[in-house]
């Protein structure tokens, strides 16, 4: 059974899991996921954000906000979180649930489009909750390449997958790393944290 997610007794989250049920229905590869990430896998993602840093988030495919919340109580200021979403029913509660967070309607898979109007970073970290696996190869080794030139080298892009096996994108030696988390069964499906980082 998945956990609720934290803030499943706010009334927008509860609006946000029904938007979420509309979009699986009528878009299912953009929405990647038969339910948003629970608790647990939201604290364990947010886990590797320095609250502490000064420099902002980049979140991509926030959705209805699950992970969102997590950095928030993680301890991460929403004006450092720069959330990135293609949906506009999303991003509109997103704008309402999370009011200090900087919500950018665009393409998470065209960062240099979408992030031109001076949130471009540098970033301290990303955090993505986009269905790679959904995409061909290549868009997948280009977005994690294009996010890990955002940020430092040794900070964390932050992704989660339901792969049973090999990470959503291998690690390419000489240019980034990854590692895996631990799998988190109380998720719905059990799920497991992919970090890449800059070699």
């Known amino acids: 059974m998945t956990e609720p997610a ?15 049920l509309r979009s699986l229905r009528t878009t299912p590869k953009l929405t990647g996921a038969v339910a948003p990430s629970g608790a647990a896998l939201s604290r364990l993602m947010a886990s590797f954000v320095d609250p502490k840093d000064d420099r902002p988030v980049l979140e991509l495919g926030p959705g209805t906000g699950v992970v969102t919340a997590a950095l928030i109580e993680r301890g991460v200021a ?3 979180i720069v959330s990135v979403e293609y949906n506009p029913d999303f991003c509109t509660h997103l ?10 309607e665009g393409d998470a898979y065209d960062l240099n489009r979408t992030l031109r109007d001076g949130h471009d970073g540098p970033f301290s970290a990303v955090v993505s909750s986009l269905p790679l696996l959904t995409r061909p190869p290549p868009v997948r080794l280009a977005l994690v390449e294009g996010a890990l030139a955002r940020i430092p080298v040794g900070a964390p892009l932050i992704q989660f997958s339901y792969s049973l096996t090999a990470p959503p994108v291998p690690e390419v030696p000489g240019r980034f790393t990854v590692k895996s988390s631990p799998w988190v069964f109380r998720n719905l499906p059990p799920a497991r944290v992919w970090l890449y980082r800059r070699a």
């Open 95 to 104: 704008r309402q649930r999370f009011p200090g967070v900087t919500i950018v």
């Open 78 to 80: 929403p004006e450092r």
């Open 6 to 20: 934290s803030e499943a007794s706010d009334g927008k989250a509860g609006s946000g899991f029904l938007l979420f």
